[in-house]
């Protein structure tokens, strides 16, 4: 198991969460995903190293930003 967690701009109600949930929860491999509002934080847990290139790329389709 891996977990990474990454900063995101934006977030601010609950259809945040399911947006950003339902984004990355599409990435191959990912078996979890925890999404922290008011600290503007994003972990995901997954059976192998995710590319942060494709938690970037989910979290922008849901309308997102990844800083850092």
Request: hydrophobic share 35%.
């Amino acid at each position: 198991m891996a977990s990474s967690t990454y900063t995101v701009r934006g977030m601010t109600c609950d259809h945040c969460v399911s947006s950003v949930t339902a984004e990355v929860t599409k990435i191959p491999g990912v078996t979890g995903v925890d999404v922290d509002v008011a600290q503007g934080r994003l972990t995901v847990t997954s059976t192998e190293t995710v590319p942060v290139e494709a938690v970037t790329e989910a979290v922008e389709e849901a309308g997102y930003t990844v800083v850092g």
